[in-house]
């Protein structure tokens, strides 16, 4: 769905009630942020988005920047308080591809730059098609990078916290630049840390090989390295596969899986399944 087309019409504000950097002060800026809701019957699952919007300059025809954020929290908001939320919000640059300039992000900007007591004007929330199974016996196999950990986030609180019955295996690959873009599982912020001593639970790290090089993360390799687990689960009809950050990862995937499933056939036909039978979803930042 393109941004022009989500309903802006009914906006709120949210007051910022904390902004932390989650990275270090030698790699990219990404923001543990919260906001308090100022609209009584917001409501929203995990898995779902909020729209911020930013006043933009009347030259450009449009009244508002709108950019999509997932929401980090589970439904039971943070600090037990559903009226607040928490986003991860990665400071973003455009860069020319000519003259190679890096110019601000404007929404990404606004967010990092908003301290305490700051007021952000949102909308929504958005999207029910990237949301944990109900059935507590389903495995999940989330794959994410960087920022794309938001969901997995407020899946994981969802599950360790509010749905104490949950049985299945649940198996986390997640890649970042370096060890401190691990987000939540840094020296910073290591708040998902905690679901380690989940029998349940599983997280497989990747890194980018070159980090200050640009060289991308790593992430196939990782899941290459543990293709058995990762395939042996993609087979139990009982698994949900959830895919989050930048689109390229998908492409990626589908390399890894084929060679796990022998043949671009097989993997196709097991993909094409999932798909149909809606244990197979995406969410991708751009
Ligand atoms: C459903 C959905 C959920 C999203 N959730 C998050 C989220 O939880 N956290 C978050 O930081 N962003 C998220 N994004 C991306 C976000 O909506 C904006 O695109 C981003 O903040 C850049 O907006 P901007 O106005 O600052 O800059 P723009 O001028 O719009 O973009 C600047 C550049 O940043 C690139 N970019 C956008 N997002 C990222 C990213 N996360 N990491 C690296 N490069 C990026 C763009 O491709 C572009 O080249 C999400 C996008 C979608 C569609």
């Keep these: 769905?393109?941004?022009?087309?989500?309903?802006?019409?009914?906006?709120?504000?949210?007051?910022?009630t904390k902004s932390e950097r989650i990275t270090d002060e030698n790699t990219d800026e990404v923001r543990h942020i919260n906001?308090?809701?100022?609209?009584?019957?917001?409501?929203?699952?995990?898995?779902?988005?909020?729209?911020?919007?930013v006043e933009a300059p009347p030259v450009f025809g449009n009244e508002n920047y709108l950019r999509l954020y997932s929401i980090a929290s589970s439904r039971r908001g943070e600090a037990e308080d559903a009226a607040e939320i928490s986003l991860c919000v990665r400071r973003?640059?455009?860069?020319?591809?000519?003259?190679?300039?890096?110019?601000?992000g404007v929404v990404s900007h606004h967010l990092c730059d908003?301290?305490?007591?700051?007021?952000?004007?949102?909308t929504g929330p958005y999207g029910r098609h990237f949301m944990p199974p109900r059935d507590p016996t389903?495995?999940?196999?989330?794959?994410?990078?960087?920022?794309?950990?938001?969901?997995?986030?407020?899946?994981?609180?969802?599950i360790y916290e509010d749905r104490q019955e949950w049985q299945g295996k649940i198996r986390l690959f997640y890649g970042a630049k370096t060890g401190m873009d691990l987000l939540y599982l840094n020296d910073k912020n290591g708040d998902l840390a905690t679901y380690y001593d989940e029998a349940t639970f599983k997280a497989f790290e990747a890194l980018s090989p070159r980090p200050h090089f640009d060289v991308p993360v790593d992430i196939s390799s990782?899941?290459?390295?543990?293709?058995?687990?990762?395939?042996?689960?993609?087979?139990?009809?009982?698994?949900h596969v959830y895919i989050s950050g930048l689109s390229r990862l998908e492409e990626d995937l589908d390399q890894v899986f084929t060679d796990?499933?022998?043949?671009?056939?097989?993997?196709?036909?097991?993909k094409a399944e999932m798909i149909e039978q809606g244990r197979w979803s995406t969410l991708f930042y751009g």
């Design 260 to 270: 796990a499933a022998g043949t671009l056939e097989v993997w196709e036909a097991v």
């Design 138 to 158: 389903c495995n999940l196999l989330m794959i994410g990078v960087g920022t794309g950990i938001a969901p997995f986030r407020a899946f994981l609180k969802h």
């Design 35 to 53: 906001l308090r809701i100022h609209h009584p019957s917001f409501q929203f699952i995990e898995g779902q988005s909020v729209g911020v919007l």
């Design 1 to 16: 769905m393109k941004l022009t087309e989500y309903d802006i019409s009914n906006p709120f504000t949210a007051t910022v």
């Design 222 to 239: 990782t899941i290459a390295d543990n293709a058995a687990e990762a395939w042996d689960l993609i087979q139990d009809p009982k698994t």
């Design 92 to 104: 973003c640059f455009l860069i020319d591809d000519i003259s190679g300039e890096r110019h601000p």
């Design 114 to 122: 908003a301290r305490p007591g700051d007021q952000i004007r949102m």
